[in-house]
């Protein structure tokens, strides 16, 4: 037999309480589903502010080491970045509290505990084919500090290139990297250039680049590259 529930009348949201309804148990099951996801985020508030800023409401760069260290993850792991690319965080080195939210609720992650735990499972999602060339090209992104910027360095690029695409793209990344320090032509990387790299891992056999076709649309810093490479093996 149903048990007898006092509910709220759906005209009024008030609860009647001197001629109670009958409750479904699918009204019961959304009202502890809804008050369970709101505890949730209440905690993962909680959590946000106990490494955000007051002056700046953010959780900033110290506040991410702090994060960092709780887990017992090195604040350069590339799963940080992976971290950044879940939330969709704007800012380099800073988390909003809409972004920890996104983040956090995605992940299902209301402590530093499962926050830790969870971090295995989103490598696995970014390094699937259908989300990897994204967060490549997030990870471009997230690295242009200053309003207006459309390039990055070479020194940081070198940096960034060995710490997303290093563990599959080994021997690419540690030639196109030699390359990059003894270059002059180049003191800077655009997107374009950035996401032709990728383009390049993926398409061109390699070391012997035997499929490489200089009259494709390649950037030109690739063609000089591939250049360089063959003088080298030669």
Known sequence: MMRRFACASKETGQTNSTNPIYCSPSDLFRSASSKASSKEMERIDNLFYFYASRSSGMIDPEGIETLCSNMEVDHTDVR?????????????????????????????????????KALPELEKEVRRPSNFEDFYSYSFCYCLTEEKQKSIDIESICQLLDLVLGSQFRAQVDYFIEYLKI??????????????????????????????????????ILDNFVEWMQVKQS
């Open 183 to 220: 270059q002059s032509d180049y003191k800077v990387i655009n997107l374009d250039q950035w996401m032709g790299f990728f383009r390049f891992c993926n398409e061109i056999t390699f070391p012997n680049l035997g499929n490489y076709n200089p009259d494709l649309a390649w950037p030109l």
């Open 80 to 116: 940080i970045l992976m971290l950044a690319w879940k939330m969709k965080a704007e800012k380099q080195g800073y988390f909003t509290l809409e972004e920890w939210r996104r983040g956090l609720k995605a992940l299902r992650a209301d402590t530093v505990s499962k926050l830790r």
